[in-house]
């Protein structure tokens, strides 16, 4: 490989041939050395960084904030889920850019980063906030490293992230008196359909308000996860979303997305209780569009494209008097006039029974309860884990299965059993 050194004004420079590439040959070439000796030295590196790596590594001179929108354009957009996208754009926002958007990339070292997340303990974060922000931190550099090659390493590898005792995260399970006041309490309303999904089949809180009739079959009394209901911005980029925190959003809109993984995609069957519950609600649905008219809400979907390329459908209302050329859906959740019940409706439900019943509850307590009681019955945990969708039995096993005095009593039963002299 041809290079060599050479003076210009008051310093040295190296350089040397990079072969061709369009056509057109290229090279390499970097001044300022004092000496002659200091530029040779330097030459040398070079060709060996060139002949091992295939390129001449020089640090790039971008700012944090910029690399981080870079990062940000180029992987998160194309890569990650709509609400991902949101979640690691507030921590560039809101954490990243105000401490480190001025340095530049190569300014960075372990040391600056160490005092950073030192520093977030003693702000007070919980464990998974400050996790959460290290990590994003930790990823956007490991693509500066690779494939961008604008620093040689990433600093943040030997940064230990501050230990916070974890506090145990509350697992709310009812028992079936709790479960029978808030049931009562909305048998006749919006929220009953919804409740009872949650509590006979164990569906994420996207999963049961994404459900419509076409995935209920009456005959064979199964229910098919095909996909969840997200809410997100229309005809706007997420950064809107995150600039819009705290603001009502204008735009927003349900939409039907891809399951949350590919095991979620799933048939759960369901016993009398809820077939009960689910025919009694479809009859209702078909009289109520009848007596409500050309006032009554319909729902049509509209085709539209993440930012991944991916197919959404846009959960569109409309009155039932307005022509719409857009194949409709047919929502389970919903109210007498028609219209949709999301998961903000049931913010409501929720509310009430906190301050009303008052008693701990949110949705998921729903599928906690429905694994408790299916463990607690005997039943197989390979059964539960594909019944709730977990890729994972041991998330099956160390999320949703809890050690309840019933369970106690079990295991001393079975034990006085297994060791009976017979």
Known sequence: MNGGTRKRGSTWSYYFDLGKADGKRKKKEKGGFRTKKEAEQALAAAINEYNNAGQVFEPSDIIVSDYLEQWYSLFCKPNLKYNTQVGYLRIIEGHLNPKFGHYKLKALNPA???????????NGYSKSHITGILTVFQSALDYAVEPLHYISHNPMKPVRFPKIERKPRERIILDLEEWQRIINRFRDTRYYIPLMAGFYTGLR???????TWDDIDFNKRTLTVNKQVVKRNFGADVRKVVEQKGKREQRSSWYFTT??????ARTVPFGDTLYEALKAEYTAQKKNEVQYGEFYTIHVLKKETDEKGNDMYRI??????????????????IDKNGQYTSTDSFKYCSRVIHNELQLAFDYHSLRHTHATMLIEAGANIKNVQVRLGHANIQTTLQTYVHDTEKMAEQSVELFEQAAAIK
Do not use: D
Request: charged letters at 15%.
């Open 316 to 333: 569109v209302p409309v009155q039932k008097c307005a022509a719409s050329q857009l194949p409709r859906t047919r929502l389970v959740c």
């Open 259 to 264: 399951p949350k993984t590919a095991s979620s």
């Open 205 to 211: 809180i996207s999963e049961a308000f994404a459900l």
């Open 112 to 122: 600056i980063l160490q005092e950073y997340a030192n520093s977030l303990k003693l």
